[in-house]
Nanobody
Framework: QGQQIESGGGLVQAGGSLRLSCTASGRPFSRYTMGWFRQAPGKEREFVAAINWSGGSTIYAESVKGRFTISGDNAKMTMYLQMNSLRPEDTAVYYC???????????????WGQGTLVTVSS
């Protein structure tokens, strides 16, 4: 089990919204590049979004641009993923983890947590 704990998932209709939260008992998120990943049924885990507070930068997978927003609150030791205009293809288990990019691919730098399940119905 990883240090991070994801929450906020649930069942929502297409077009609806959810806000996922990621908490950690370790070091402040601001010291790392933090990412959200997801794994849909029958698919490999994929990158969703990442944030680097030191550089003030965020990056999103093309599939979620304009719909999802990644943010963090260092005081609360919590990272968020605001998910709007949800689509059935967003259905997946969502994970947060420190991350890095190499050769265009995002990798986890720590153990995966249990994740939180998001189910979007048509």
């Amino acid at each position: 089990q990883g240090q991070q704990i994801e929450s906020g998932g649930g069942l929502v209709q297409a077009g609806g919204s959810l806000r996922l939260s990621c908490t950690a008992s370790g070091r402040p998120f601001s010291r790392y590049t933090m990412g959200w990943f997801r794994q849909a049924p029958g698919k490999e885990r994929e990158f969703v979004a990442a944030i680097n507070w030191s550089g003030g930068s965020t990056i999103y997978a093309e599939s979620v641009k304009g719909r999802f927003t990644i943010s963090g609150d260092n005081a609360k030791m919590t990272m968020y993923l605001q998910m709007n205009s949800l689509r059935p293809e967003d259905t997946a288990v969502y994970y947060c983890v420190p991350t890095t990019q190499e050769s265009g691919f995002w990798y986890a730098l720590d153990a995966w947590g249990q994740g939180t399940l998001v189910t979007v119905s048509s």
